[in-house]
């Protein structure tokens, strides 16, 4: 029962769990200092998170992106690289996405892969300029990223002002065509036909007629267990993890230090790029705008690493409670009143506290070794209390001993002793870490 | 024994354990005052947590501490500095862009009445106790600017100026070179005198015989006795410390030299900041025969490695192994000729720590079709073979297959390196700095494998900064000085004195 407490501690998913209740916490206290019931909003976000299935899809339709967008940057910072320019390559895959599906018109079996690779690979290209910049002149990829943002957000904004992209009298472009559009069932859903079919389906029809019920968060799922494949069973994924962890060792060892940063870049650009690809053919109005900021796709895909631990598949439910959270705090604000920064307030507390995630496994040591203590105090009382002398000469000692820590075992010292069995090696370590 | 004033520290019947490991069992230390005082013994024999005992990190499960002959309870490192002990770690605690002065003053700082450093006094006792002990230190120094036996001699300042009349000394010699370590002896035999006392951690017996007094043995957390350094050998030590007698002198069979496998032909090379540091090296190493580069650290040995390994730029000359260049090209074809290394920075270069053991045996290898199909790597047939390696190798823990290389004790850690490196059957196998800081039973280990490799057939190069070591293990030593080799000879055909000249820049040649 005890080894279990230490054992779930020591868990990343515990961390997780943790840091999210102290958001939680967090926005409660400040909730009820604003004068609002912490009980009541939770509520009023929960039903706007789950209280319909179209809510549900809904924030599955708002994850998909964060989604694709948390594996790129999980999957850099396992190559040791901190791609803070998801957001530019997310901006940059629309960009393309929306000038492909714009100028041509093929079939749909041709138009979506074309459209959904040009996005792709326009994030992948802006990826390796940085990669290259970092393997080549060594100039830090946050600092590259950070520009690349701003290049494609005012890229973007030129490109919706072109003649040929422009759609007069609005902020944004014409749509892509519409074989290049990955939702469901796009026209049928809405025909004559569609309509009487889901007359008798009324929560289908709310799903599919309300919402941009689209197949992209298949992608991104499927997309989510590849690359934890591609990290933890080819041998590209072994040479990436080994240059995120040690460049010198891996370098020593042959491994192609550089190509490895760029090839990572490549695929976490190319990811985000997908991420934006996918919302253009999958969601209205299928068009860029103009952007007067950042929509944030990217950089909650940030946030979304880190609720993951960097784990590629841990991004899908930390995308999913990412998105649920933005999408029912807009209830919260329309059914308490209560501002919806509240949520901001609590996303940000919970990722202060993931990049504490050393506290969990920490506490789990301190239990442990304070239980150790009392073990070793009640040995002591017992050995105290009892027949044994303490500083036994030392031939006498092994015999002598045996018999002392048999009387010294009640039942706390017993019970806590399996306690620190399991991870006597590691006491030893520490015990002798200092000799070497 | 009974408690006296005449002992400056008496430990008795001492148990400590961690779970159902004993650490330590009924170990006793009786250090006389005014004397060096050595512990030997093995790595995680019990040598350390026997001194945190003393310094108060750890508290004892049973035993008795005495200071001057009385009963004390330590309960934490201020109660050891309150009783006047003092503790250099192995790994420095110092600030390093802070000076000398600044260093020894933190957490014991002078002050004004209003609690403002009083920088000018706080120089002033520095000065005075770097005087008093003959210190060659310069308060002023910042201490990223100080070579590493400078920043030991701060370590020790620090513990003086906090009034300590006791100094454990961790691994003292493990960082510094042979001429810092001779410094070193001349410094605690000099605090000695002024009725200072000094415990000593280690496991170098030279060392010992050098500046030690008495020397207490510990194996695998048990007393072993204390002897008198004056009255035994280094022999004897060993083989208290190990449990079985070992070998201090190298065993081998004559070299059997075969066709030439590594030439190198007027080298040059420069180091990070542009300085020529391998100035016209020549050197020809032969397959069957162990080739050891004596030298004083930093006279080119590492920028030659790295050339070889095609970690660094070679400005002209050539490196050929097996009558094939290799300089200028990239570690992945340095590899595919057959060239294996075992790095002197085994944690930088050697390993990645946070990867399994299993995963850090084919860091080199993981390309080969033997780990797995195409691009999928079999971690299955990885675990296998590094299994494989682990029983050949006897790395310890033996279920570590899984466990961090991280994890692992320095000597284990080595033979993982040595292991993987071996493994590969190369045809040159350079070995740089295979021995430090691993004990007597691990380097007796190693140099049996690099004479195994050498009679398989494997030409080797042994770069070392202990010269006992090239002197005992090569075939033929050949001396670097200033980037260049000034001077070949068989083992045998040369005295140490000699080859310590030259060494130096002196000598004939």
Same mark, same amino acid.
């Given at each position: 029962m005890n080894n279990t407490v230490i054992k779930v501690l020591r868990k990343p998913i515990t961390s997780a769990i943790v840091a999210i209740l102290i958001g939680f916490l967090v926005a409660a206290i400040v909730l009820a200092s604003a004068g609002y019931d912490p009980g009541a909003s939770f509520a009023a976000l929960f039903s706007g998170m789950v209280g319909r299935p179209r809510y549900i899809v809904n924030v599955i339709i708002k994850a998909t992106p964060l989604l694709l967008c948390g594996i790129g940057v999980a999957f850099a910072f396992k190559v040791g690289l901190f791609n803070i320019g998801a957001e530019g390559q997310y901006i940059l895959g629309t960009v393309a996405a929306t000038i492909v599906g714009i100028t041509c018109d093929l079939p749909a079996v041709l138009e979506i892969p074309l459209v959904v690779l040009s996005g792709t690979i326009a994030g992948a290209l802006s990826g390796a300029l940085i990669g290259w910049l970092k393997a080549k002149f060594g100039i830090h990829e946050v600092i590259t990223s950070i520009m690349f943002n701003w290049i494609s957000l005012y890229l973007c904004n030129y490109v919706v002002s072109l003649d040929a992209f422009h759609q007069p009298n609005t902020t944004g472009t014409y749509a892509v065509h519409e074989s290049a559009l990955t939702m469901i069932l796009p026209n049928w859903k809405l025909s004559a036909e569609g309509q009487a079919a889901l007359a008798n389906f009324p929560v289908l029809r709310d799903v599919l007629v309300r919402c941009d019920v689209n197949v992209g968060i298949i992608v991104a799922v499927v997309v989510a267990i590849l690359i934890g494949w591609l990290l933890k069973r080819t041998?590209? /994924?072994?040479?990436? @993890?080994?240059?995120?962890? #040690?460049?010198?060792?891996?370098?020593?060892? /042959?491994? #192609?230090?550089?190509?490895?940063? $760029?090839? !990572?870049?490549?695929?976490? *650009?190319?990811? !985000?790029?997908?991420?934006?690809?996918?919302?253009?053919?999958?969601?209205?109005?299928?068009? =860029?705008?103009?952007?007067?900021?950042?929509?944030? #796709?990217?950089?909650?895909?940030?946030?979304?690493?880190?609720?993951? *631990?960097?784990?590629?598949?841990? !991004? =899908?439910?930390?995308?999913?409670?990412?998105?649920g959270l933005i999408y029912g705090g807009q209830t919260v604000q329309q059914t308490m009143?209560?501002?919806? %920064? +509240?949520?901001?307030?609590?996303?940000?507390?919970?990722?202060?506290?993931?990049?504490?995630?050393? $506290?969990?496994?920490?506490?789990?040591?301190? +239990?442990?070794?304070?239980?150790?203590?009392?073990?070793?105090?009640?040995? &002591?009382?017992?050995?105290?209390?009892?027949?044994?002398? $303490?500083?036994?000469?030392?031939?006498?000692?092994?015999?002598? @001993?045996?018999?002392?820590?048999?009387?010294?075992?009640?039942?706390?010292?017993?019970?806590?002793?399996?306690?620190?069995?399991? #991870?006597g090696s590691n006491d030893k370590k520490g015990a002798d870490g200092d000799a070497r | 024994?009974?408690?006296?004033?005449?002992?400056?520290?008496?430990?008795?019947?001492?148990?400590?354990?961690?779970?159902?490991?004993?650490?330590?069992?009924?170990?006793?230390?009786?250090? &006389?005052?005014?004397?060096?005082?050595?512990?030997l013994g093995e790595n995680g024999a019990g040598k350390s947590t026997l001194m945190n005992v003393l310094y108060?990190?750890?508290?004892?499960?049973?035993? %008795?501490?005495?200071?001057?002959?009385?009963?004390?309870?330590?309960q934490s490192p201020l109660d050891a500095i309150a009783h006047g002990i003092g503790m250099v770690h192995q790994h420095f605690m110092l600030v390093e862009n802070f000076t000398v002065t600044e260093n020894i003053i933190l957490g014991d700082e002078v002050c004004h009445s209003l609690g403002v450093l009083?920088?000018?006094?706080?120089?002033?006792?520095?000065? &005075?106790?770097?005087?008093?002990?003959?210190?060659?230190?310069?308060?002023?120094?910042?201490?990223?600017? =100080?070579?590493?036996?400078?920043?030991? @001699?701060? %370590?020790?300042?620090?513990?003086?100026?906090?009034?300590?009349?006791?100094?454990?000394?961790?691994?003292?010699?493990?960082?510094?070179?042979?001429?810092?370590?001779?410094?070193? +002896? &001349? +410094?605690m035999r000099g605090l000695v005198a002024r009725g200072k006392t000094i415990i000593i951690i280690t496991h170098k017996l030279k060392e010992i015989m050098e500046s030690a007094d008495a020397c207490t043995i510990i194996r695998r957390g048990k007393y072993m006795g204390t002897v008198d350094v004056s009255k035994t050998t280094e022999g004897?030590?060993?083989?208290?410390?190990? *449990? @079985?007698?070992?070998?201090?002198?190298?065993?081998?069979?004559?070299?059997?030299?075969?066709?030439?496998?590594?030439?190198?032909?007027?080298?040059?090379?420069?180091?990070?900041?542009?300085?020529?540091?391998?100035?016209?090296?020549?050197?020809?190493?032969?397959?069957?025969?162990?080739?050891?580069?004596?030298? =004083?650290?930093?006279? /080119?040995q590492e920028e030659f490695v790295q050339a070889i390994d095609g970690l660094a730029k070679v400005d002209s000359g050539t490196i050929s192994v097996k009558g094939e260049e290799i300089q200028n090209t990239i570690p992945r074809n340095v590899l595919d000729h057959k060239v294996a290394t075992v790095p002197a920075d085994r944690q930088r270069f050697g390993l990645v720590l946070p990867f399994t053991v299993a995963e850090n045996v084919i860091l080199e290898r993981h390309g080969e079709e033997t780990f797995g199909k195409g691009a999928t790597l079999d971690y299955g047939k990885v675990r296998s073979f590094a299994n494989g390696l682990i029983k050949e190798y006897d790395i310890r823990p033996a279920d570590c297959v899984d466990s961090l290389a991280g994890g692992l004790s320095g000597g284990n850690q080595q033979k993982v390196i040595i292991a993987r490196e071996v493994s590969s059957k190369p045809d040159l196998l350079v070995a740089v700095q295979p021995t430090r800081g691993l004990d007597v039973g691990a380097i007796e280990f190693v140099h049996k494998v690099l004479i195994r490799e050498r009679d398989r057939g494997a030409a080797i190069l042994l770069i070392s900064l202990e010269l006992d070591e090239v002197m005992d293990v090569a075939d033929t030593i050949a001396v670097i000085h200033h980037g260049k080799i000034v001077g070949t000879f068989k083992q045998g055909t040369v005295s140490e004195e000699e080859v310590g000249l030259l060494m130096a820049g002196g000598g004939k040649q």
């Open positions: 041998k590209v /994924g072994y040479e990436m @993890r080994a240059v995120g962890l #040690n460049k010198d060792a891996a370098r020593f060892a /042959g491994i #192609n230090v550089e190509k490895n940063i $760029v090839l !990572c870049m490549v695929i976490s *650009g190319g990811l !985000c790029g997908l991420a934006g690809a996918l919302n253009i053919t999958g969601i209205l109005p299928h068009g =860029i705008s103009t952007l007067a900021a950042f929509e944030n #796709n990217g950089f909650n895909g940030l946030s979304v690493a880190f609720i993951a *631990g960097c784990s590629p598949v841990g !991004c =899908i439910p930390a995308a999913l409670l990412f998105a009143g209560a501002p919806s %920064e +509240i949520i901001s307030i609590m996303i940000g507390t919970i990722v202060f506290c993931m990049a504490l995630g050393g $506290v969990i496994p920490m506490l789990a040591e301190h +239990i442990q070794r304070s239980r150790a203590e009392r073990a070793e105090q009640a040995r &002591k009382l017992a050995a105290e209390a009892g027949t044994t002398p $303490v500083a036994a000469p030392a031939g006498e000692s092994d015999a002598s @001993r045996t018999s002392g820590s048999a009387g010294a075992s009640s039942s706390e010292a017993e019970a806590s002793s399996k306690t620190t069995e399991s #991870n | 024994m009974e408690a006296s004033s005449d002992y400056a520290v008496q430990m008795h019947g001492i148990t400590k354990t961690f779970g159902s490991f004993t650490a330590l069992d009924s170990v006793d230390l009786d250090v &006389k005052k005014q004397t060096v005082h050595a512990i108060g990190l750890y508290q004892a499960d049973a035993g %008795e501490v005495y200071l001057g002959g009385q009963s004390v309870q330590i009083d920088m000018a006094r706080a120089k002033k006792e520095v000065e &005075k106790i770097v005087r008093e002990y003959g210190f060659d230190v310069d308060p002023d120094a910042k201490i990223e600017d =100080i070579t590493v036996g400078m920043q030991q @001699r701060v %370590e020790i300042l620090k513990a003086l100026y906090r009034g300590a009349d006791t100094l454990i000394l961790d691994e003292p010699t493990a960082v510094l070179t042979p001429q810092e370590i001779t410094q070193l +002896i &001349k +410094i004897e030590l060993a083989s208290k410390m190990v *449990g @079985r007698r070992v070998n201090l002198t190298v065993e081998k069979g004559p070299a059997k030299p075969g066709e030439t496998a590594l030439s190198v032909r007027g080298l040059h090379v420069r180091d990070g900041r542009g300085i020529e540091q391998v100035c016209g090296l020549d050197l020809d190493v032969r397959v069957g025969e162990i080739v050891g580069i004596a030298g =004083i650290e930093g006279n /080119g």
